[in-house]
């Protein structure tokens, strides 16, 4: 029992301290933010800190995969799984924007993560667990197949490469996503429009691009 309630304590003190890592994560510049900061945040000392994880890194790592799940649980609320494939596309990639005007804290950390983080591999397990969550983020998105539904039913052009332009997809929206909750305001001077039509033009041009012509 003694065990038990060990593991029980420390399982407690390690959810408590993602959770605070990932409230200042979001909240401040990740450069900003020190173990003290995190420790502070969840009512912890770093005797605890360090019996939980190893470094800032590998915290970071969990932080990460919080915010991805965060994201495939909203797409997969607010994703109306109703039409043809060409238009379940269009949808997908919409509640895809709506997600980052709700939380565009999120979209900025996966980017700082990607930029810095992604290949610093804190140990062999949780680099395995991270890449198993990389994958289910985009089955999250459904995008192969809404892609071969589409050639299915005549709404998709069916000489597309599935793989392939399923990594663009993915790849082309989050990148713009990510610019916009990083620079937005920089973008929105230097070109003189709305970011949210920028994103919705980007979307329109992908639509075009895989749908079947008449």
Not at 56 to 63: K, Q, R, Y
Not at 97 to 107: A, C, D
Request: contains cysteine.
């Amino acid at each position: 029992m003694g065990t038990t309630w060990h593991m029980e304590v420390r399982n407690k003190s390690r959810e408590e301290i993602i959770q605070a890592a990932q409230h200042l994560f979001l909240l401040l510049d990740f450069s900003d933010v020190g173990i003290k900061d995190i420790c502070t945040r969840a009512g912890v000392s770093r005797v605890t800190f360090y019996k939980c994880f190893n470094s800032i890194v590998e915290l970071a790592f969990e932080v990460q995969i919080n915010v991805m799940s965060e994201m495939i649980q909203f797409i997969d609320k607010h994703f109306d799984a109703v039409g043809t494939g060409i238009q379940k596309l269009e949808k997908i990639l919409n509640a895809w924007l709506e997600f980052v005007k709700m939380y565009p804290n999120h979209m900025k950390y996966i980017g700082f993560f990607d930029h810095y983080y992604r290949d610093r591999n804190p140990n062999p397990e949780l680099t395995e667990r991270y890449k198993v969550f990389v994958h289910e983020d985009r089955n999250g998105m459904r995008l192969s197949e809404l892609i071969r539904q589409g050639m299915e039913d005549g709404t998709i052009r069916d000489d597309l490469d599935v793989k392939q332009t399923a990594a663009v997809i993915f790849e082309s929206t989050i990148s713009i996503l990510q610019r916009m909750t990083s620079i937005g305001e920089t973008i929105k001077q230097e070109h003189g429009v709305q970011l949210e039509d920028i994103a919705k033009t980007m979307f329109d041009m992908v639509i075009q691009y895989v749908k079947k012509k008449a």
